[in-house]
């Protein structure tokens, strides 16, 4: 059972880029998956969460309207489209696997898989 996540890179302001996670060992169709992120001295922040099953979506206010998450079933990989980034999303992102779409963006001990994180780096 393995989750990886990439897509990462170096975009200025105002860029976008996208996040895959692709899934192996499981489907991704029973769970929901979250995208967190860390940034140098700080504390992993929940991101976003998507039901790959129903779609229903949730989104930390400082990314809303900016990054979308979906899934592609027949890929079995889940997506973070980031638009409009700021230099504030510099961080490295994980993407995670919970059987309840209930434990969101806050509840981190909810995710059973985790992948090993992508570096995305915002800056001119």
């Known amino acids: 059972v393995q989750l990886q996540a990439y897509g990462g890179g170096l975009v200025e302001p105002g860029g976008s880029l996208r996040l895959s996670c692709a899934a192996s060992?499981?489907?991704?169709?029973?769970?929901?998956i979250g995208w967190f992120r860390q940034a140098p001295g700080k504390e992993r922040e929940g991101v976003s969460c998507?039901?790959?099953?129903?779609?229903?979506?949730d989104y930390a206010p400082s990314v809303k309207g900016r990054f979308t998450t979906s899934s592609d079933a027949t890929l079995n990989t889940v997506y973070l489209q980031m638009n409009s980034l700021k230099s504030e999303d510099t961080a490295v992102y994980y993407c995670?696997?919970?059987?309840?779409?209930?434990?969101?963006?806050?509840?981190?001990?909810?995710?059973?898989?985790w992948g090993q994180g992508t570096q995305v780096t915002v800056s001119s």
């Open positions: 998507l039901s790959v099953r129903d779609g229903r979506t």
């Open positions: 995670a696997a919970a059987p309840n779409f209930d434990y969101g963006l806050e509840y981190e001990d909810g995710y059973d898989y």
């Open positions: 060992g499981f489907t991704l169709d029973y769970y929901a």
